[in-house]
């Protein structure tokens, strides 16, 4: 569908044009008009489908540049998408000439103060540094018309609910209320039926949860062998632009450092880091200046991210709805997208789980043999020397020396050489040692179904949704794995709740 038919005025469409935008995808075409009509939507989509110009369009069209109060309110998980989606509606919004300003913890407390002095008309913020300014009460939500809940189930495994409830109350109740989310787990259903008036649901539907655009694979390999497997993976798949993702901080810098020693051009994220290391570190990816970013789900959680092709999953992710947000990351706007998922024989109760919530099956690889990794470098080698054909510019001033080797040696001898010049080392010759992680847990979190319990047993991690053995057994060892799991996560993300605000 075409953006002009949506009800947008000539200055979004002209932002729409200057974006690049042709034709709106199916989560904007259904969004969009209703938005406009002042209804409240809860859209499920998973990050990459353009869900914030979805809410972003008509939005901006709605707000008043004659009112200098805050106007509408963006939730996001981490300081990441705050900034990300602040510039954009920032893009969009400037034939309207709106005010944006972004609030997040780990930043400059006093500047964000001054920001939202300057009368901003959309502010874009993490749950705990927006809840912090209302508290400071320089940031006033009275005359809030729009409120936008962004990646909802991302703030809830963050264990940003009480914070949101806190903020939410005090937004006026008369308030148009958007909420985005890849899944839609219990709680967040409670929270649409709290705060939300006659919602309507625009869908994603289940088969989409992972597009058919990424094309998915596992490979079985002990975790011992796994850093030689991907390896080799990348010698066989020549992948341009990569995630890699790891199950802890100590998995990635260890990740990190191993592909470094190889010889591969990459850094790692994760919540340790300062949030000058961590963009700066994404600003070279963005820039093809790293062919690899290894990160953890919540350093990772919100990045956008144009033009990766490939997805590994070092790590199997402990529940289904991050394997959905990770291998979202590549195959947008149309592109092929590859993921692959590396699979200890311990865990492959994990991977049916995935594909039950996802309905679709990876398909098994073979780890790479050392004959088919040789094969990888050489085609890599083939290319160099096509693209260096390819350029004839200047070859004849080394002509008379190319007579004097072929005087020499065989044309067969001079060109196989130069193949073995160009082509990839054997990267699994350098020994790199990655410390096995803790197994992950079987008891209390697989029912007989096949499945198992993640993030506080909401439905989607049930193998089988109508199967309630396991539903009421061991439910103390899953409230502590819960809340031992939340309590990682939160100490994981620097600067986004309390204990890193500035006081």
Do not use: C, W
């Not at 690049?20 to 989509?45: H, M, R, S, Y």
């Not at 869900?51 to 004659?66: E, N, R, S, V």
């Not at 969009?92 to 300003?101: F, N, P, Y």
């Not at 991302?154 to 914070?163: R, S």
């Amino acid at each position: 569908m075409k953006f002009n038919e949506l009800g947008l005025d000539h200055d979004m469409l002209k932002a729409v044009e200057r974006s690049g935008f042709e034709e709106a995808t199916p989560i904007q075409a259904q969004t969009i008009p209703l938005v406009l009509q002042g209804k409240d939507v809860i859209g499920q989509a998973q990050t990459g489908t353009g869900k914030t110009a979805a809410f972003g369009l008509p939005l901006i069209q709605m707000i008043d540049k004659d009112d200098r109060s805050v106007q509408t309110l963006v939730i996001s998980p981490t300081r990441e998408l705050a900034v990300q989606t602040q510039e954009e509606i920032y893009r969009l919004g400037t034939d309207k000439h709106i005010k944006v300003q972004a609030v997040y913890g780990g930043a400059d407390m006093r500047r964000q103060i001054r920001g939202l002095a300057d009368h901003p008309q959309v502010v874009v913020g993490t749950p705990g540094r927006l809840l912090d300014h209302i508290n400071r009460h320089t940031l006033k939500l009275a005359n809030l018309k729009h409120l936008v809940l962004d990646e909802a189930d991302e703030m809830l495994d963050m264990g940003f609910i009480d914070d949101i409830e806190k903020i939410v109350e005090q937004a006026p109740a008369g308030r148009q209320t958007l909420l985005f989310s890849a899944t839609m787990p219990a709680q967040i259903m409670r929270l649409t039926s709290k705060f939300m008036n006659d919602p309507i649901t625009v869908k994603i539907k289940s088969k989409e949860l992972t597009a058919d655009t990424v094309d998915q694979y596992y490979v079985r390999a002990k975790d011992f062998e796994k850093f030689d497997v991907m390896t080799r993976l990348f010698d066989v798949q020549s992948p341009e632009m990569t995630l890699i993702f790891g199950r802890t901080k100590r998995r990635v810098d260890e990740l990190t450092r191993g592909l470094k020693a190889r010889g591969y051009k990459a850094e790692g994220i994760h919540g340790d880091l300062s949030q000058q290391k961590r963009m700066s570190v994404l600003r070279q990816f963005k820039a093809g200046e790293l062919d690899f970013l290894v990160a953890t789900d919540v350093a990772a959680r919100g990045l956008d991210i144009s033009g990766v092709t490939h997805v590994y999953n070092y790590d199997i992710p402990q529940d289904p709805d991050s394997y959905v947000h990770r291998i979202g990351r590549t195959g947008r706007a149309g592109r092929k997208g590859v993921s692959v998922t590396l699979v200890t024989p311990n865990e492959v109760e994990y991977l049916r789980t995935i594909e039950a919530l996802t309905k679709k099956r990876m398909t098994p690889l073979k780890p790479p043999t050392e004959k088919e990794a040789f094969i990888g470098q050489v085609s890599t080698g083939l290319e160099t020397i096509k693209a260096q054909l390819a350029d004839t510019d200047d070859l004849e001033k080394y002509q008379p020396m190319a007579e004097g080797l072929l005087e020499e040696y065989t044309p067969l001898d001079l060109v196989s050489a130069y193949i073995k010049a160009v082509s990839p080392d054997d990267a699994s010759a350098v020994p790199v040692k990655i410390t096995p992680e803790r197994p992950l847990p079987h008891h209390g979190h697989a029912s007989h179904s096949g499945g198992y319990r993640g993030k506080g047993g909401h439905s989607g991690y049930r193998g089988n949704n109508n199967h309630n053995g396991g539903r009421n057994s061991s439910r103390g060892k899953r409230d502590f794995d819960k809340s031992h799991r939340y309590a990682e996560k939160r100490s994981e993300r620097q600067g986004a709740k309390r204990t890193f605000r500035s006081k």
